[in-house]
């Protein structure tokens, strides 16, 4: 068992629902074991910079329903820098840190495991970021509240699209994967989802999008239809694939990107929990000597997963849902 | 006292929440006065078109949460052509509508003026748009529903913000005035509003926005920034406004165009409740013999207001709002 | 005018979504006129026992959409002994406190009366109460709130009660109005609704209220069937008229006390407008040397309304809709 | 593969949000296979009493996002009766129905199982209910969503309790489980949660709930403190053991019993996907052949699981999160 003393954590990254309630858990599970727990600001900047301050169980009352982060995030060059990794860990030396947790996604843990080829003590990673595009665990913590606040909008814009029986594509996030997409999708009800995993889309390559839309128009006369796009899967985005739909189709269809509102929000439960969860489960794993490891959950269990592998982008969107979506769906 | 045996209605222009309830209680009104009740499908087209059904008790059964609008809308291009009003009124009589009801914004009242040359029965409007930019009613139905959407945006991208301390700017819907944008930014705690009301801006008169973005960096060093922009009050719209902003401060600003979310959604209370007074209180005021009126509510009260003068642009922002914003909004 | 150097803010009572709002208005209005600006905690308590904080710009950053109050609330019994209000008088005297705004409801401004006899200073009171009770002003700060709470509570036990065909009462606050129930039941769709201002109801005198339930059986068959309570209406609230009414007519009715929760939540954008509007109105009319007012709002302008008389009950809830239900609602 | 050309849907018991998506699943599913499907009204009352409708896709059309059940639901003490499995399987037959898709909780399984004694068809269960408490899936439809509601109102119940500094208790759903509990619980940073699975509480007991209050009251002075109570864990709920508390510590304690709006909303997402997943493999397994089965979800997969064992009672609550909020929880 780890004799640890003070441990530090982060967020890094884009910010992502639920961070807050993993830093809390960290904190409240470090505290029950005398462990000092100090937050560095502004991720990785504040490491390099040490602008930090300890927490205590007050800092992080009531903050388990709030978006963002208390610790803010940032991306950080500084650290992709040569010498970046020798200086964070030398600052991690001066002030005494014995663990460091990264609460981000995938890239954050790029920037820690350069951090350990430096640093003795012991690194562990949080999967936070609302695009799910991390492997070794089956859920990143925001990635539940993104696709309700994206349905939110999918919802509100049916109810206008049913009302002038009108074509609208929704842009939503996921950088290159498609698991919210598809997910909100499916929730929404959408006709069509486009995403990244489904191949590449072009302006040459339109005839798979345009066919179930007239056969839907054959079918069930003017109506509502809803296309779900995820971002980075077609160039120009949802705006140039409407308008070069219009074009082809002759009606006319409308984008709306969704943009930044899918970071932020109140988490959702189980974004709380997921947190809680990996957060209680990280400090613990510090505590058994765990490093360079990645808290997860697969399968309701907690489990740890090699830092270094998180990216490999072994994890796969739902193909049940794909399968039945292509089938079915564009009804 | 009109003897009224069948009226009509309609829902016309951009829809709104709040437009269900109105349909709801204009039913249950002329109900309980033995009033048959049709609704046109589609606007004005279901009335050139006699697309329509009879409206009954149940058809408005748990409507009044509902977005969007049981009888559709649409634009009406067919009711701009020179034989389009009469051939509007002259489906009116071939259904014996002695009234008809249309609710929307101040296009669909002016279209039901040119209908009136053509018609002997009764023409009453009820204001239903997000846009506020009606004459002759305190609020209009939707508005409210409109200005809760777009704060919930805004309360989102603040989470971002802060986590990021950046600036934001987000683009709210409006037509030509600043009632959402001013309502929202107020209620979002918005550093800066930005309405056509506030006169022009244009890429050579950026000035009096820096500037106080300028002066807060200095007070409160690196912070999140929201600036609230209204639509077409910028040539390009938010996209342009921020591209412009991080040229000439240095510092990265991001444009959230919120769009056509902004009309749908289950309606607020507020919107629930002016739908259904003026649902009611079109109907009694054609039992009075009204006509060429809007039903309309001012302090509180329920009023008519001259259809053709809906249009005027008499009513204004709330001017204590606006002075308190540019005195002090900007911490 | 007023030369205001340092003045005190607290909020009293039950807590209302919007006070923070309130709070933020206050500051920073005052901050831009160079007053400094004290909070009590607690309400009366705070001030009776010197517990206060300085209040700065950055303490009020972000606290625009949450609900409950920063300063804390609670009720003060020590305030209502015989030399509480001296007591409170001596303590604003001894911190040099020039004026003081209170928040809260009329019990709260009973309170701020009784210190004026012993007080040199200028005392202001802004309507803070979900129940909106308070003449003066057409709405309190927290009422819109508390609509959109309970109607979303309503909305979901809809969903129930149409899936089972059932009768459910809701039981709403608002001490002895029926504001709430007005609102949330008129906007919830309602079959009945029932409050204090329709007269007394007793266990003898049910037939009121079952003649419609028949009424509504026979027109539509098995449906549901939703009553709307306002507390303090039926002697055992809306548990025992449940029972009495299963009792009469031999169908299972249901009650669902809401509770708390209408207390609490992010301010719906109405309230954080009209909480903006009267902190920043309280401060300027205080620079005016306004003192025993109310800060209030009627037909949409800010105004001030003699403190003494903010519980005479001149208010009435509306007319027309209250009509309206009883003429037609039950549908 | 089975030849299967008429099939029935009913929805059973509690409804719960994700019902609507599932029934919309199954037609769209079947729809595509060229199968009809008939569904009964009032659960498996419509089946007895041949109350039933063909269902075609226009009908499921903006159905996904809505709570309740369009199909409606009901207890059914007629089915209970000696005759009843018999004359619903009668009944089955006349309407050549070759399979039923039952979707409810365990009491609907048990039902089902009853039928199948004298029905030569395929039936087969949807687990549909809020209190997760059905063995062979890992979530059933309409859990995620109660978890929300109840979390929004823990959330709001907060922020009074904050500004109060009081001790609520919050009483939530969940039949004899603590899954809703305890999830809501965790998610709402409760201070305690009580579950029937922690073993008999009683007012002799209640020194384990008192030692962590006067604990917190220690250490952090006045300030809220939330206990989340399921149904069913005290004699007399939520509101007799608030008074035992109140009594035993000299502290007012207050209750809320969030009762039936836990039933009702629009689906979240997690809901909704669910429910899709289930029905579109319960008409797949149909397909293949499976009776007597439940269609699940577990690890993320759809699986088969026998129906007379759905209510052995081997699914647990998370222990990682029991054993973390008994270590920790109470700050």
């Given at each position: 068992m780890s004799n640890l003393k003070r441990i530090a954590v982060l967020t890094s990254g884009g910010d992502a629902p639920g961070m807050n309630a993993c830093i809390r858990a960290i904190l409240l599970t470090a505290a029950a074991c005398n462990i000092e727990v100090i937050g560095f600001k502004h991720g990785f900047n504040g490491l390099l910079e040490q602008e930090y301050?300890?927490?205590?169980?007050?800092?992080?009352?009531?903050?388990?329903?709030?978006?963002?982060?208390?610790?803010?995030?940032?991306?950080?060059?500084?650290?992709?820098?040569?010498?970046?990794?020798?200086?964070?860990?030398?600052?991690?030396?001066?002030?005494?840190?014995?663990?460091?947790?990264?609460?981000?996604?995938?890239?954050?843990?790029?920037?820690?495991?350069?951090?350990?080829?430096?640093?003795?003590?012991?690194?562990?990673g949080v999967p936070g970021t609302i695009d799910n595009d991390v492997d070794g665990t089956d859920h990143t913590i925001g990635?539940?509240?993104?696709?309700?606040?994206?349905?939110?909008?999918?919802?509100?814009?049916?109810?206008?699209?049913?009302?002038?029986?009108?074509?609208?594509?929704v842009e939503l996030m996921g950088r290159h994967?498609?698991?919210?997409?598809?997910?909100?999708?499916?929730?929404?009800?959408?006709?069509?989802?486009?995403?990244?995993?489904?191949?590449?889309?072009?302006?040459?390559?339109?005839?798979a999008i345009i066919k179930p839309i007239q056969h839907a128009q054959l079918l069930k006369g003017k109506s509502s239809y809803l296309i779900v796009v995820a971002e980075h899967s077609y160039p120009g985005g949802a705006t140039a694939l409407a308008e070069a739909l219009t074009k082809a189709i002759g009606i006319e269809c409308r984008a709306c990107i969704l943009g930044h509102i899918q970071r932020g929000g109140s988490p959702v439960g189980a974004d709380r929990i997921l947190a809680t969860k990996l957060g209680a489960y990280a400090v613990e794993q510090l505590l058994q000597g765990a490093t360079l490891m990645m808290a997860g959950e697969v399968n309701g269990e907690t489990c740890l997963y090699p830092l270094e592998k998180t990216g490999d982008g072994t994890k796969q969107i739902d193909p049940f849902l794909v399968r039945w979506q292509q089938q079915i769906g564009s009804y």
């Open positions: 301050q300890t927490l205590h169980p007050q800092h992080v009352d009531n903050i388990i329903q709030r978006g963002g982060t208390i610790l803010k995030s940032a991306r950080c060059p500084a650290l992709e820098q040569a010498d970046g990794p020798a200086r964070a860990a030398a600052s991690l030396k001066e002030l005494n840190i014995d663990a460091l947790i990264v609460i981000g996604g995938d890239g954050s843990f790029r920037g820690t495991m350069a951090i350990s080829k430096h640093y003795d003590g012991q690194l562990i990635f539940a509240t993104a696709i309700d606040t994206a349905l939110d909008a999918i919802d509100k814009i049916r109810d206008t699209a049913d009302a002038f029986e009108r074509i609208f594509l994967s498609g698991y919210i997409s598809l997910a909100a999708g499916i929730a929404g009800g959408a006709e069509q989802i486009i995403c990244p995993e489904f191949g590449p889309l072009s302006p040459d390559n339109l005839r």
